[in-house]
């Protein structure tokens, strides 16, 4: 069976300082595709990124960066001098099956990591 | 990106009824799936919805609880029978965009309580 966890329930940092969102998974596939999403207040689910499991490239989108490593199974979200708009729960999630491959690419979620950005 | 709808947006309901979920998607999609995040929790799949095939429903969850319909390529329906406070919790749709490498995007979701 599949799972994620987050550990980090909830964080709380100053606007302009650095902070990493954990993810850890277990999986028994060897194809699998990892997920962060951003749920702010409003409730709306928001994708970040999408990365497959023969893809360990850390990847950079803006202030954004992902850091996947198939040796500790983690995937790991820094976001770098965060802003209060960042203030979300921030979901991690793993799919097992290759998407529209005839079998439904089932999601499986973290529990989620609130994080919470002051002045 | 997909853009996905949902109807009703919120509902505040009375135990022992029911309540139908809409969802629309600008574009044609294979898959639709319901997912269910009650208070404060993490999202949990109800089932998977394959247009023109019955749903596939995820352990814990049956289909006389939670009938679902998928008519066409671009909507689906999620309806929660015979309520209790229970089933209060956000319900989402969720479609993947062929156009998008099968990214799988969210709808707004329904805020659902039920009294």
């Known amino acids: 069976a599949q799972k994620v966890t987050q550990a980090q329930t909830e964080i709380s940092v100053v606007e302009k300082e650095d902070v990493t969102l954990d993810c850890v998974y277990e999986t028994r596939d060897t194809t699998y595709y990892l997920f962060w999403y951003k749920q702010p207040p409003s409730g709306e689910l928001v994708f970040l990124i999408r990365?497959?499991?023969?893809?360990?490239q850390n990847e950079i989108s803006g202030r954004y960066s992902w850091n996947f490593q198939k040796s500790t199974s983690s995937f790991n979200f820094t976001i770098t001098a965060s802003q209060v708009v960042d203030s979300a729960v921030y979901f991690c999630a793993l799919s097992e099956d290759l998407p529209s491959t005839g079998t439904a690419s089932k999601l499986t979620f973290g529990t989620g990591t609130r994080l919470q950005v002051t002045l | 990106s997909a853009v996905i709808s949902q109807k009703p947006s919120r509902d505040i309901c009375q135990r022992g009824t029911s309540l139908t979920i809409q969802c629309q998607v600008d574009s044609q999609v294979t898959m639709m799936f319901w997912y269910r995040q009650q208070p404060g929790q993490s999202l949990t799949l109800i089932a998977t919805a394959n247009q023109g095939s019955e749903a596939t429903y995820e352990s814990g969850f049956v289909i006389d609880k939670f009938p679902i319909s998928r008519p066409n390529l671009t909507f689906s329906t999620l309806t929660v029978s015979n309520m209790s406070p229970e089933d209060s919790s956000i319900y989402l749709c969720?479609?993947?965009?062929?156009?998008?490498?099968?990214?799988?995007?969210f709808g707004p979701g329904t805020r659902l309580t039920v009294t």
């Open positions: 990365r497959n499991s023969f893809d360990e």
């Open positions: 969720s479609v993947e965009d062929p156009r998008q490498g099968y990214e799988q995007y």
